[in-house]
């Protein structure tokens, strides 16, 4: 643990330099925050787009204005590199925020329908998209503010209160999630923070008044809350963890390839839910892309994340590393090969480190190669063609992302399509998070449910259809029913969907006059 166990407290700590970052009280009771929320939610139901769009534009700005210290608690407590801190935490997280103020009413507003039957042409519906009530999240460590800020972000747009647990690793971070709305004005208590572990989550889910829950974290803990809320039959979003795999074809730009290889699978210290932990190569480039990608691995800087010159952090916990590690040896004994990396390095600080690690030939069955690793390793395997490329990449029971890269769209295009993966990026990866009009959403056992973009607001919303009829016209179905009712039913089946439309509906033609005369009886 990196937080000091301390009754009643979080005292987190710096990975980096083990220096106590702060301290939190934990949350005896998570009921008052949910009541709180849901007070003020009852009257944020009933706002106009306007309000909220105002909001949310505002949260923006203070964003903005309070970015140096927002960033430099982020760092501290996770110990990524501060340039990560502004790129992935704060502008991913601002471009959400910003989406949502601009297109929260079109994708919310009432949606009128038309139902597209012919006789039911009298009739006019809408579909209203109505907020759930309180929407409890539950945040992990390894982006503590973007992840939780987008998801309220999109909670709030869609009418909803929030409550929030952040990770017991960092929430300082998460506490600025309700700093950051306070200070643009949101209603008092619209969004609140509970902090502790997993037992203050798990009160969070139970408590009555949550409407839903939004859990991102691990594929463990996403099957507890889902059995938990199960039992409730309370509706969740599961953002649980990835394994992804990159896959660089012959016709690769390889030099694009290996800076993408080296961010994708090194940034935040490799713990990244969407980090690539596989590489996949073309036979033919194989050798040329490997050889780079150790180069480029090598040169990499570690370092304390408050320097903007260090390119890589520590991982967050002791026993992150020593999971790592020991993922890593055993990799080893079954013949993988470390092209670099596979120790600590000396920093000269006393905090978490780990080199980053290329392995090449690895056992597919070991656990370094099955489970997600979390933390700076990638592996490397040749693929001789597009077929054996797909099953290496589907052949994980993770599908979060994936990544195709190849100098013919067309052709990427094609492969996206084979993946099994939430999303799929061409010669780029993880960009679309910060995207507003973009889904996050997983297949398999990386989760359930989507985040982000229209679909992510349908999910924070109640979908109630309102039907309108003047009540004139008569319902023809409705009581009684007689043999002269079924006749006219066989022909009106008859004339909309048969195959010979007015021929099969002729001999039903005294049912279709026996309905006519329902219709206009009064
Ligand atoms: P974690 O599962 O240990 O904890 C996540 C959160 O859940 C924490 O706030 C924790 O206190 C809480 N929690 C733990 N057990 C709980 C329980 N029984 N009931 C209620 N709450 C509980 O995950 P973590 O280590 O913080 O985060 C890393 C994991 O998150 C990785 O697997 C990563 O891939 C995944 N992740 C996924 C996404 C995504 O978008 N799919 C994004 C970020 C991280």
Redesign the pocket.
């Known amino acids: 643990m990196n937080t000091l166990a301390v009754e009643g407290e979080l005292r987190p700590v710096n990975p980096a330099t083990l220096e106590p970052v702060g301290v939190v009280a934990v949350t005896d009771d998570v009921a008052p925050v949910v009541a709180a929320a849901a007070s003020a939610q009852s009257e944020w139901a009933g706002s106009s787009f306007d309000d909220r769009r105002a909001l949310l534009e505002r949260v923006s700005r203070v964003l903005v204005a309070r970015k140096a210290e927002i960033a430099a608690t982020v760092t501290a407590e996770t110990g990524k590199p501060i340039v990560e801190s502004y790129t992935t935490e704060l502008m991913l997280g601002v471009e959400q925020v910003a989406w949502l103020a601009k297109h929260v009413e079109r994708v919310l507003a009432p949606e009128r329908i038309r139902y597209g039957i012919r006789y039911l042409a009298h009739k006019r519906a809408r579909i209203l998209y109505e907020p759930l009530g309180v929407v409890a999240l539950?945040?992990?460590?390894?982006?503590p503010f973007s992840?939780p800020l987008s998801q309220t972000a999109s909670a709030v747009a869609a009418g909803n209160g929030v409550v929030l647990?952040?990770?017991?690793?960092t929430p300082l971070s998460g506490q600025w999630i309700a700093r950051v709305f306070e200070d643009a004005g949101a209603p008092t208590g619209l969004v609140g923070v509970v902090q502790?572990?997993?037992?203050?989550?798990?009160?969070?889910?139970r408590s009555p008044g949550i409407a839903k829950v939004v859990?991102?974290?691990?594929?463990?803990?996403?099957r507890?809350?889902a059995a938990?809320a199960a039992d409730l039959l309370r509706p969740v979003i599961?953002?649980?963890?990835?394994k992804d795999p990159m896959l660089v074809l012959r016709d690769a730009d390889l030099d694009r390839a290996v800076e993408g290889a080296a961010w994708g699978s090194f940034a935040n210290c490799g713990?990244?839910?969407?980090?690539i932990e596989r590489i996949y190569v073309a036979r033919d480039v194989h050798a040329r892309f490997v050889d780079a990608l150790v180069e480029r691995t090598r040169s990499l800087r570690i370092g304390n994340g408050g320097s903007p010159d260090i390119d890589l952090g520590p991982l967050?916990t002791e026993r992150?590393r020593d999971r790592v590690e020991d993922l890593v040896a055993q990799a080893l004994e079954r013949g993988a090969e470390a092209l670099t990396g596979a120790r600590r390095p000396n920093v000269g600080l006393p905090g978490w480190f780990y080199e980053p690690t290329v392995l090449a030939g690895g056992d597919p069955e070991s656990r370094l190669e099955r489970e997600?690793v979390?933390g700076p390793v990638v592996s490397v395997l040749p693929f001789d063609d597009e077929d054996e490329a797909v099953r290496l990449a589907n052949g994980s029971r993770f599908a979060?992302g994936a990544s195709v890269w190849s100098r013919d769209v067309k052709r990427a295009r094609r492969l996206a399509s084979c993946i099994d993966a939430?999303m799929v990026w061409t010669n780029d990866l993880g960009i679309s998070?910060g995207a507003g009009s973009a889904p996050?959403g997983?297949r398999k056992e990386?989760?359930t449910g989507v985040?982000h973009s229209k679909h992510g607001l349908y999910a924070m919303s109640n979908v109630k259809l309102v039907d309108s009829d003047r009540g004139r016209i008569k319902v023809p179905w409705w009581y009684p029913y007689d043999s002269g009712a079924l006749d006219g039913f066989e022909g009106v089946l008859e004339l909309l969907h048969g195959e010979d439309a007015l021929r099969g509906a002729w001999p039903h033609r005294r049912g279709l006059m026996h309905l006519v005369g329902r219709y206009l009886r009064r």
Do not use: H, M
């Open positions: 539950i945040a992990p460590w390894n982006f992840i647990k952040p990770s017991e690793l502790g572990g997993p037992d203050t989550g798990a009160s969070l889910v859990f991102t974290g691990s594929v463990e803990n996403g507890r809350i938990e599961l953002e649980l963890g990835g713990q990244v839910c969407v980090g967050i992150q997600e979390f979060l939430g998070y996050w997983a990386s989760g985040t």
